[in-house]
């Protein structure tokens, strides 16, 4: 199990930028697959991007397809999500989430950060 803390979430402008962290603790966090998602008001949770522990493989959902960039840094224990581009909606409570391998469900979760954009 890890733990994951979230920040870097607020308030932009349709059009704006914000670039997301997702901080991690744990002894084996940098083995772990990593992934965000997003849940808007009245809607289920959805998957956003997720990443390979070693960073060289990334998956996008469609709607955020270059817009947004996941990436890591082991060193750091950090994951990133850089999204351009953003749109109203875009605005959500994102979470990030971690994994042991791509091949499991994501077990470990954090609190989540509120992205809004004005239109």
């Known amino acids: 199990q890890v733990q994951l803390v979230e920040s870097g979430g607020g308030l932009v402008q349709s059009g704006g930028s914000l670039r997301l962290s997702c901080a991690a603790s744990?002894?084996?966090?940098?083995?772990?697959?990593m992934g965000w998602f997003r849940q808007a008001p009245g809607k289920e949770r959805e998957f956003v991007a997720s990443?390979?522990?070693?960073?060289?493989?990334?998956v996008y959902a469609a709607s955020v397809k270059g817009r947004f960039t996941i990436s890591r840094d082991n060193a750091k224990n950090t994951m990133y999500l850089q999204m351009n581009s953003l749109k109203p909606e875009d605005t959500a409570v994102y979470y990030c989430?971690?994994?042991?391998?791509?091949?499991?469900?994501?077990?470990?979760w954090g609190q989540g950060t509120q992205v809004t954009v004005s239109s």
């Open positions: 990443i390979t522990w070693s960073g060289g493989s990334t």
């Open positions: 744990g002894r084996t966090v940098s083995t772990y697959a």
């Open positions: 989430a971690a994994r042991v391998g791509v091949l499991t469900p994501f077990g470990s």
